[in-house]
């Protein structure tokens, strides 16, 4: 299978809950969109490996998505190692995805800001032919994604682009809830963590609301890119009236 995105998170949810509106909008454009989880989530406080590997099942046939695989990275040891880097060089091989969609370099969580680090030295050395990959079906050709844009967690950051997923909301809303171990439930006997807290999935709208009304639009989700963005017309741009 090859694929026009890919999406990468250190943890099943973690796509889902910061880009799940703009992947299900792509998939309905027509493109065609990967997912990569690089652990299995096994540390996280509620719910087991096994449970959220049915959860990340469950939301990517909602965002409709065909390609969701795992890297089993060990959970809370995200390493840019060599091994781990041809690990992900080799599903962007590949897959041979024109954009990458990756976390963003500062975070709350430490997964995150090395699921960074992994993802953008992956990106770069994937390009390079004399680092040889194979799989079963034979050595693999060097490809390097044109460009890769960093999503939002929890920590804000001013975004480079903010994408109008009002039409996607919902789609995204629905995955989010898939990962049902992760959130509020009032028979859970589990810990309480910030995403099982009652008011963590209306932060989640909220949020949402707010990037789409610095656009214009009802629900956006924000991006940032390291190298400019352009556009073929200023008449091509949403923002806010007034």
């Known amino acids: 299978m090859s694929a026009d995105i890919l999406a990468i ?13 703009t992947i ?13 989880d690089l652990t299995q989530g096994e540390l996280g406080t509620r719910g087991t490996k096994e449970i959220r590997a049915r959860e990340a099942e469950e939301a990517a046939s909602l965002l409709g998505i065909a390609e969701r695989r795992t890297l089993d990275i060990p959970d809370g040891n995200i390493e840019a190692s060599q091994e781990n880097i041809r690990k992900v060089i080799s599903v962007i091989r590949d897959l041979r995805p024109s954009m990458l969609i ?15 680090r992994l993802c953008k030295e992956a990106w770069f050395y994937a390009g390079l032919r004399n680092i040889a990959t194979a799989t079963e079906a034979g050595p693999q050709q060097a490809h390097r994604p044109d460009v890769y844009f960093e999503f939002m967690q929890w920590y804000a950051f001013v975004p480079s682009f903010i994408v109008d997923v009002s039409e996607t909301h919902e789609t995204k809303m629905k995955a989010i809830r898939a990962f049902g171990s992760q959130f509020h439930d009032p028979a859970s006997t ?14 989640i709208e909220v949020t949402s609301r707010y990037y789409g009304e610095r656009i214009g639009a009802r629900h956006g989700e924000p991006f940032f890119s390291v190298a400019p963005v ?4 200023p008449f091509d741009i949403m923002t806010a009236k007034g």
């Open 102 to 116: 990756i976390p963003h370099s500062e975070e709350r969580h430490p997964d995150h800001v090395r699921a960074h």
């Open 230 to 233: 352009g556009v073929r017309s």
């Open 9 to 21: 998170g250190a943890h099943p949810d973690d796509i889902e809950l910061s880009c799940g509106g």
């Open 190 to 203: 589990e810990p309480q963590t910030k995403l099982s807290h009652p008011g963590f999935l209306e932060m």
């Open 24 to 36: 299900a909008k792509m998939v309905r454009s027509g493109h065609s969109v990967a997912l990569l």
